[in-house]
Nanobody, 131 residues
Framework: EVQLMESGGGLVQAGGSLRLSCEASGLTYPDYAITWFRQAPGKEREGVSCITNQDGSVYYPDSVRGRFTTTRDNAKDTWYLQMSSLTPEDTAIYYC????????????????????????WGQGTQVTVSA
């Protein structure tokens, strides 16, 4: 069973940076991607990054491209979401999730956000950006 645990959230001022971590266990799929999503109160869940296991290719939507970077520590089976130039609009609960795929696209992220039910996500980690 795949288990993922997010951590690293907190309160940060606008313009600041934060690094989130996603620890994984039970990853036995040959081809998968680790994704990061976020959900702000009253808003739909939004995919903010995706990185494939096979070749490390990444995808970011326009809303975070250039500010967010996702990386992996192979030795620890841990993925990171480095966030910089944060704004209050980045305030949300952030979740990591595994997607069985060989390619990261915005369409894949949108589909994943729609098909996974509320109970299919972990606890997430709260990120709050103050003005």
């Amino acid at each position: 069973e795949v288990q993922l645990m997010e951590s690293g959230g907190g309160l940060v001022q606008a313009g600041g940076s934060l690094r989130l971590s996603c620890e994984a266990s039970g990853l036995t799929y040959p081809d998968y991607a680790i994704t990061w999503f976020r959900q702000a109160p009253g808003k739909e869940r939004e995919g903010v990054s995706c990185i494939t296991n096979q070749d490390g290719s990444v995808y970011y939507p326009d809303s975070v491209r250039g500010r967010f970077t996702t990386t992996r520590d192979n030795a620890k089976d841990t993925w990171y979401l480095q966030m910089s130039s944060l704004t209050p609009e980045d305030t949300a609960i952030y979740y990591c999730a595994m997607m069985v795929t060989t390619i990261c696209t915005g369409e894949n992220l949108d589909i994943m956000a729609r098909v996974r039910g509320p109970g299919d996500w972990g606890q997430g980690t709260q990120v709050t950006v103050s003005a």
